[in-house]
């Protein structure tokens, strides 16, 4: 029935003289043996409707207990999210990134951190996205840049191979989006001290893509205060690749789950040839994420990539151990510490 009546509505209608194409999501719950309400059986259908809109539009769903739980638990960590920034429950990470030539650490990435108070550590896959729909991104991305950049001040100051090290910081689409970013990132820099090509922002590939030319004129604005521009989880969202040359971008990073496949799956093997090979002639430098291996980190190496992020590496670290752990890597050598990691 769902099919036959999407099959309906997305025949083409006649709105004075344009076509229009309208197609429709649809949310099915069934009544149940005790007679439920009628109230409630649409609030079913409604979630579900809601998660065949969120499985990407004009298609349908059936309503699962599941749903109910999932729904009350994100209203809940909504709630929460609104209060933990007050509460000050919000910490951030950093994850060493490497060049897979030297080994040296040339660059970090700031990574958000939720300790719930009584959940306790909650992922950012799981609260960024709320964060992002509430509009709770901009004051918290704001926090995680301000401290991110205060962090990179602080570790070029204590290390002495840190000094040129480059600080990542992830900025989400609504931020991206928001007409005072660029006013903001000037402000922060110019608090921390922090040098503009010293800062790294990276964005998502599918935010990228929503409104290119939209896109353009927003990474020129930040490219034009000096900041350097990565393009996040590269591979999962469709580039156009006829714009990406149009993009003030200098990095490429390769989602991890085609360096997950590495080095036995063909099919991720040719991926990430084909994107470090496209990288390279665009003038792009590549960063590999989820470098969890040796074996991946050499056949990495050997394909071209600059650099690697991972586990192999370095888990995220509390900013205390941050200049400590640069400090070390330096002075041991890169090939010991892996094997000692290994
Ligand atoms: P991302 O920016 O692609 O960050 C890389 C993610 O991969 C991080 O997850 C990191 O901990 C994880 N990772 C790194 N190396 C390995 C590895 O070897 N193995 C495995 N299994 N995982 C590895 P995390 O910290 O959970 O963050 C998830 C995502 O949440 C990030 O993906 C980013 O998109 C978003 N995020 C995190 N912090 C922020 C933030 O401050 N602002 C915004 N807008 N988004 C953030
Ligand atoms: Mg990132
Ligand atoms: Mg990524």
New binding site residues.
């Given amino acids: 029935m769902a099919e036959r009546g999407a099959e309906v509505l997305r025949a083409p209608l006649s709105v004075g003289d344009r076509e229009v194409i309208v197609s429709a999501s649809i949310g099915i719950a069934l009544q149940t043996p005790h007679r439920e309400r009628t109230e409630s059986i649409l609030r079913k259908a409604d979630l579900a409707l809601y998660r065949a809109k969120a499985a990407g539009k004009a298609r349908w769903a059936l309503f699962e207990a599941t749903m109910e739980t999932d729904a009350l638990e994100r209203l809940e960590l909504e709630a929460d999210l609104r209060q933990a920034l007050e509460r000050n429950e919000f910490r951030?990470?950093y994850?060493p990134i490497v060049s897979l030539r030297d080994g040296r650490v040339v660059e970090v990435?700031?990574?958000?951190?939720w300790q719930h108070p009584v959940r306790g550590h909650i992922?950012?896959?799981q609260f960024?996205p709320i964060?992002?729909e509430t509009g709770l991104?901009e004051p918290?991305?704001l926090s995680?840049?301000e401290e991110?950049c205060r962090q990179a001040v602080r570790a070029q100051t204590e290390v002495a191979s840190a000094q040129s090290l480059v600080m990542s910081?992830?900025?989400?689409g609504r931020?991206f989006q928001a007409p005072g970013l660029v006013d903001q990132i000037k402000r922060v820099l110019a608090e921390t001290g922090l040098a503009p090509n010293q800062l790294k922002l990276?964005i998502?590939e599918s935010v990228l893509m929503r409104d290119l030319d939209g896109t353009i004129d927003r990474m020129k604005a930040l490219a034009d205060i000096g900041v350097r521009l990565a393009i996040?989880?590269f591979g999962t969202g469709y580039s156009s690749l006829s714009y990406l040359k149009q993009f003030p971008v200098d990095t490429l990073?390769i989602?991890?789950s085609f360096?997950?496949g590495l080095p036995s799956d063909p099919q991720a093997l040719a991926i990430v040839r084909g994107i470090v090979a496209l990288a390279e002639a665009l003038d792009l430098s590549v960063t590999a994420?989820?470098?969890?291996t040796s074996a991946q980190q050499e056949q990495l190496r050997d394909l071209g990539c600059d650099r690697g992020?991972?586990?192999?590496f370095a888990?995220?670290l509390p900013a205390a151990q941050l200049a400590d752990w640069i400090a070390r890597r330096s002075s041991f050598g890169s090939a010991d510490l892996e094997r000692s990691a290994a």
């Fill in positions: 951030v990470v994850q990435e700031a990574l958000a951190r992922s950012p896959a960024i964060a992002e991104i918290l991305g995680v840049l991110a910081v992830n900025v989400s931020q990276e998502t996040d989880d990073k989602d991890r360096v997950d994420e989820g470098i969890e992020q991972g586990y192999l888990k995220p």
